[in-house]
């Protein structure tokens, strides 16, 4: 994973749960917590953090993810406005997920390896994205679309069906819009 992803997670944790904790966590991992955000780190050092974090503070490990990608999505829109503002609305942004927005982030962050979300647009208010990824992160992918639902200003269900956890070689997220 790219360092960015390091470095927002630090930042969540921080704002969240304090820069003591943080510290803790990163002693446990045995992690300096200094990372450059254009680096590519093992998938396995974000998810041990995650793993300590989960235990240290009690909280399933899918829900922290679930969090980490509502944390994202405005520490995103911070950084690159661009790629989002210019959407009417959430479905438009997210069905450009696959054929512009991870495109521009793999220019930003050469070898970064975003996931799959191809969209299948049903009607104006509901769009199915199908997501693949050896990742499995379709907690994150929740949390981010939540995110992004809040900075669009919508009301908004998903339906999860099917995932990856349960044994599909992928997940469908329907997202509908109230
Ligand atoms: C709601 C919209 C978005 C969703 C659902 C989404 C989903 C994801 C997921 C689930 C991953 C984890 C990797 C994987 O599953 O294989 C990921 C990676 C990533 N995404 Fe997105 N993303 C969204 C928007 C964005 C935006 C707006 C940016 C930046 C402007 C971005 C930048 C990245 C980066 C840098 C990675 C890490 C890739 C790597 O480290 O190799 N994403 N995205």
């Known amino acids: 994973m790219k360092g960015i992803v390091m470095n927002i997670l630090a930042e969540m944790v921080e704002t969240q749960l304090g820069l003591e904790e943080w510290n803790n966590v990163l002693d446990e991992a045995d992690e300096s917590g200094i990372y450059t955000s254009t680096a590519i780190y093992d998938d396995e050092r974000l998810l041990n953090l995650v793993g300590i974090l989960s235990q240290r503070n009690n909280i399933p490990a899918s829900d922290l993810v679930f969090a980490f990608g ?14 989002i503002d210019g959407h009417a609305n959430m479905l438009d942004f997210l069905e450009s997920l696959d054929s512009v927005i991870h495109v521009e982030v793999v220019k930003l962050y050469p070898g970064a390896i975003t996931p799959g979300f191809e ?35 919508h009301d908004y269900t998903i339906a999860h069906e099917p995932c990856a956890h349960h044994g599909a070689d992928h997940c469908g997220l329907l997202v509908s819009l109230a």
């Open 119 to 153: 969209p299948d647009r049903r009607s104006q208010d509901q769009l199915f994205l199908k997501y693949e990824s050896n990742r499995n992160l379709c907690r994150l992918a929740e949390g981010l679309i939540d995110g992004a639902a809040s900075h669009f200003g």
């Open 70 to 83: 509502q944390f994202m999505f405005p520490a995103f829109y911070k950084r690159y406005p661009q790629l």
